[in-house]
Structure formats: structure tokens, C-alpha cells
């Protein structure tokens, strides 16, 4: 009886603390079932000890839970070391998640001594002061500001970002653009069609054809609005900069665009009109002014072959390749001009 009733109350302590020892132990491990494996490891040592000389019954877990996963890693590099391949960690999902560790950083983290990721987490994601990173993987305090220091400058070479799974990547493709939402068969029929209508405007002989390219709408109404799904993929910090993020965009306001397809309408020669603000811009250039616009932190980045993985050739295509347009003919021949001149206005003004 006496042994049921030490169990209940060492479950009964010990239970609060699992999610916390749980996010813990993946960081460190890359694996769901790794970390729970851990976890509960940790719960049978905890069962055992001699729980009345324990002062801080968290510290003791994650101290426990520390050297487990220390333990492990050490054992499981001389396993990675004969894959050939880039080593993924397993991508989790958490509702209430508050550190900002995500896959590219877990990537970055693999990269780390097992000492080093220790003291990176603890410290920089945890937030404990060095004198107890010390205590939890006994070293003094001086060395565990080294170990976190070199790992900080390692983890920002790697620049990691965007925490990633494939349904997550198809969520950023549709939020990309409507022509990603079927992959990249539908991203070049998509292209197909708006060559054909561009030429079949070009050859006409017996109509007044013309033809519109507009730009990236926003604005109320458009896909890029205020609680649009877009900007709430941004804001929370879900759509990255792909590679080097070199493609060029151009962007037009909703009720500019609205101007110039009346003026088309109305006063247009045929031929193509490009729709677009002053300024077209590469993903690395007006990604991080539009998580600045919606309050977002800056946007992570991805390797192009993560980038893949969620968006396919041609979402890359599109962050890393694209080129925008200029309105110079639009504004010579219709008499028109955009309401914002640049996205960079129009992004803290116009999103309704």
C-alpha cells in the first residue's frame, strides 16, 4: 500500500513537468519517440529517488532528462556517422509552443556538440542562467557560456529557419499562389494558359485586344490583406525566404489595379499592359517589410531543398527566380499611376 501511495504522489508531481521535459528532450533529440523514451526513463529514476532530499523537483527532471539525452547523442553519433545523407529531425507539431525552435534550427542543432546544444538550449531557448545550465550538465558556469557561445555563432552561419512538415509546406503553396494549390503540373498549366491568352492577344488583327499583368494584389478583398492567410502565415513567421530569396516581385494595390483596367478598358491600345507599383523587389527585400507591417518577427530562411520539400520547383521558382515587371507603358499610354508607389507604403497603409 505504501509503495502504491509513493507512486501516485511521485506521478502526481511528476506529470505538470512532462510537456516541459518532453519539449526538452526533442530539442536534444530530434525524435518524438526518442524524447518520450527519455521522459519516461526519467520518471522510473525519479520513482526511485529519494524524493524528501529533492529541493526543486524541475530542476532534478531536467537535469535527469539532460543527461539522458547527453547520454544518448553521444551514442548515436557513431550511428550517424555511417548514414550518408542529411540527418532529419522529426518535425513536431505543438499548440502551445512558445520557444522558437523549429526544424532548420533542429537541422542547425544536429550540428552542435552534444555539450554545446545543451547549453545553447538551456540558456538561449529555456532561459536559465548559466549558473544553472552548470548545475544541469556539470560544468562551471564560465564553460557553459563558452559551449552556448560557440554554438550561437554555429547556429546563426546556418541562418535555420521555419519549422516545417509536408502538410504545413502544402498550407505555404496554397498560400503562395492559387496556381500551387494542385503542385507543379497546375503551376505550369497555369503559366501555359497565361502565354496563350498573352499571344493570342499579340496576333489579333480584327479585335481591340488587350491584355493585363498585374502585379501581387493586396488590399482589402485580395490574398494579401490584413487577416488575409497569407499575412497570418507571416506573422507567424510560416513563410520563409527560400534560398537566397532573389526573386523579383511586383506588387499593385487592389484599387489601383481597379484604375487601370478601366483605364484599359477605356483609353488602352492593344497590346500588354504591365500592372505594378514603382518598385519590383526580391522575396529577401519585401518579406521581412511585410512581417515588419503585420507586427511578424523577420522571416526565417530555408535551403532551397527544404524549400522543395513544401512548395515544389515552382514555389522556389517564384522565391528565388521570378522577375517583376515595369509600369512605364501602363503609365505613358493609360494615364494612370498607382496609388502607392512602392509596397513598401502600401504594406503599412493599404492591407486594409
Known amino acids: 500500500m505504501a509503495n502504491s501511495v509513493s507512486d501516485e504522489d511521485a506521478a502526481a508531481d511528476f506529470s505538470p513537468l512532462r510537456p516541459m521535459l518532453i519539449r526538452v528532450a526533442y530539442r536534444m533529440l530530434g ?18 529517488a529519494n524524493r524528501t532530499d529533492v529541493r526543486d523537483p524541475e530542476a532534478f527532471l531536467r ?5 539522458l539525452c547527453l547520454d544518448q547523442l553521444r551514442s548515436a553519433q557513431h550511428q550517424r556517422e555511417t548514414y550518408i545523407g542529411p540527418w532529419l529531425p522529426e518535425p513536431i507539431v ?28 538551456l540558456h538561449d531557448v529555456f532561459e536559465l542562467e548559466f549558473d544553472e545550465v552548470a548545475q544541469t550538465i556539470q560544468r562551471d558556469a564560465a564553460a557553459c557560456r563558452q559551449l552556448a557561445g560557440r554554438a550561437r555563432i554555429h547556429v546563426r552561419e546556418t541562418r535555420p529557419r521555419f519549422e516545417l512538415d509536408r502538410q504545413r509546406g502544402l498550407e505555404i503553396a496554397e498560400a503562395f499562389h492559387v496556381a500551387l494549390q494542385s503542385g507543379d ?12 491568352q498573352e499571344d493570342a492577344v499579340q496576333r489579333a488583327k480584327y479585335l481591340q485586344a488587350v491584355a493585363l499583368r498585374y502585379g501581387m494584389l ?35 494595390h ?15 491600345d492593344p497590346g500588354i499592359y504591365n500592372v505594378v507599383d514603382d518598385e519590383p523587389a526580391p522575396v529577401s527585400m519585401w518579406l521581412p517589410v ?3 507591417a503585420v507586427g511578424g518577427k523577420p522571416p526565417y530562411r530555408v535551403p532551397v531543398w527544404l524549400g522543395k520539400l513544401a512548395i515544389g520547383d515552382g514555389g522556389v521558382s517564384m522565391m528565388t527566380k521570378s522577375r517583376g515587371g515595369c509600369n512605364a507603358k ?11 508607389s512602392s509596397w513598401r507604403r502600401g504594406f503599412v497603409e493599404g492591407l486594409g
Open 185 to 196: 503540373a497546375s503551376f505550369s498549366k497555369t503559366l501555359a494558359a497565361i502565354r496563350y
Open 290 to 292: 511585410l512581417a515588419a
Open 94 to 121: 505543438e499548440e502551445n509552443e512558445v520557444e522558437d525552435v523549429t526544424l532548420p534550427l533542429m537541422l542547425a542543432l544536429e550540428r552542435l556538440s552534444p555539450l554545446e546544444r545543451a547549453a545553447f538550449l
Open 218 to 252: 493586396y488590399g482589402p478583398g485580395t490574398g494579401l490583406a490584413k487577416d488575409s492567410a497569407i499575412v497570418k502565415l507571416v506573422r507567424k513567421r510560416w513563410m520563409p525566404i527560400v534560398g537566397d530569396g532573389g526573386g523579383v516581385w511586383s506588387f499593385i
Open 31 to 48: 525524435s518524438v519517440a526518442d524524447a518520450e523514451d527519455v521522459v519516461q526513463d526519467a520518471f522510473i529514476r525519479w520513482d526511485d
Open 330 to 340: 501602363a503609365k505613358r499610354e493609360l494615364g494612370w499611376q498607382p496609388v502607392y
Open 254 to 268: 487592389v484599387s489601383a489595379a481597379a484604375r487601370a483596367t478601366a483605364a484599359a478598358v477605356s483609353l488602352g
Open 63 to 67: 537535469r535527469t532528462v539532460m543527461h
